[in-house]
């Protein structure tokens, strides 16, 4: 249900958009906001999302972001929205892979319709873009920081680089207050596992134990990732939303300490299987999470050991 600011919180709430939320950590978030006292809606085309992720309070739309009818019907939705959250995207590395196109319709279409209809609603206040570290690709560094180079090596990557440049642009140019979140692996309940990538590997532990009693792991599993437990990242989107931050200001929101596969399979206790390493898997990837911390006065609450059990225990 849309509404009215409410004058009793610490905040001014309002009326947002979160594209994407019926998924995994747009659900979440849509969560949190009508918690806090916003009024949310929600547009999702339910590819990879579900229904029953939605919160009941949330008005949603179901349509293909990336559809050329999506302008006219976002321009009713967004007329009353004071925050834009982009979230909906095709997250998945290797279908990105074998399906560029519709994943280009979707991550990149829908990004560029959702900022054209932006353009037309001057009163939005902000656009908060939910990239990811997809965009660093291959680096020589084990931690890295929003300088590092941008030079993708998977299609998934180029297309959240693609977004993000096309943000950049309607920020400068047509004045969108922006900012930009690039999110490391995210995990928690609702994570689904369909896609191949290292920073799903808790989903795809939880469903080697549930199928096979057996984790598999490519590689030496000493390759190390980092992880941020899907509360705090919802809570970095919220203080992004919050903050003064909006000349498309990026940050990193990871776990900021490396986290090998192998001590990521202790927490399943169950045998492994070791399998050949896949061909250009990154080694180590760990975000430098010093400007979240310093700027944006985020920083994650939830330890790796922690969260994970508890994920594991729900
Ligand atoms: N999960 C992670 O570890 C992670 C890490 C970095 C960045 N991200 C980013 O966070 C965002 C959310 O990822 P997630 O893990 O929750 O994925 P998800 O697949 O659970 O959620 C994506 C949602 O977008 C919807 N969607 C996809 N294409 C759409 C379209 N064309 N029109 C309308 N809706 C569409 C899907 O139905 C789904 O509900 C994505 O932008 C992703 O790139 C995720």
């Known amino acids: 249900m849309l509404m009215k600011n409410n004058p009793s ?20 978030l849509v969560d949190e906001l009508i918690k806090l006292g916003y009024g949310v809606a929600v547009v ?3 590819s990879t999302g579900k229904i029953e992720n939605i919160n009941s309070k949330a008005k949603f739309i179901k349509f293909d972001l990336g559809s050329k009818l999506a302008g006219e019907k976002l321009q ?4 009353n929205i004071d925050h834009v959250f982009h ?5 998945r590395i290797q279908y990105c892979l ?15 319709n959702l900022l054209n209809s932006c353009v037309k609603n001057k009163h939005i206040k ?16 084990l931690t890295v920081s929003e300088d590092n180079p941008v030079k993708p090596k998977t299609i998934y990557g180029v297309q959240k680089h693609m977004q993000e440049l096309y943000l950049d642009l309607f920020t400068r140019y047509f004045n969108i ?9 995210v995990y928690g309940t609702k994570r689904h596992s369909e896609s191949g990538s290292y920073p799903n590997v808790t989903a795809a532990f939880s469903r080697d134990k549930r199928i096979k009693n057996k984790l598999t792991i490519y590689g030496d599993g000493e390759q190390s990732r980092d992880f941020v437990h899907v509360f705090d990242a919802v809570r970095a989107a919220i203080m992004a939303m919050r903050s003064g931050f909006c000349k498309g200001e990026v940050f990193n929101i990871g776990g900021g300490e490396p986290i090998t596969i192998n001590q990521i399979a202790t927490y399943y206790k169950c045998p492994i299987e070791y399998k050949k390493a896949r061909v250009d898997d990154v080694r180590h990837c760990t975000a430098d999470i010093t400007k979240a911390k310093k700027l944006l006065k985020w920083q994650p609450k939830i330890s790796f050991e922690k969260g994970i059990k508890g994920y594991l225990n729900e």
């Open 177 to 185: 207050p922006s900012v930009v979140l690039r999110y490391f692996g």
């Open 98 to 112: 074998e399906h560029s196109n519709t994943c280009h319709s979707a991550n990149v279409n829908g990004a560029l």
């Open 76 to 79: 009713p939705i967004l007329k």
């Open 87 to 91: 979230l909906a995207a095709i997250p």
């Open 9 to 28: 919180t610490k905040f001014r709430t309002g009326n947002v958009l979160v594209t994407g939320g019926a998924g995994f950590i747009g659900s979440h």
């Open 44 to 46: 999702d085309d339910l």
């Open 126 to 141: 902000k656009f908060i873009h939910i990239s990811s570290c997809m965009v660093y690709g291959a680096s020589d560094v």
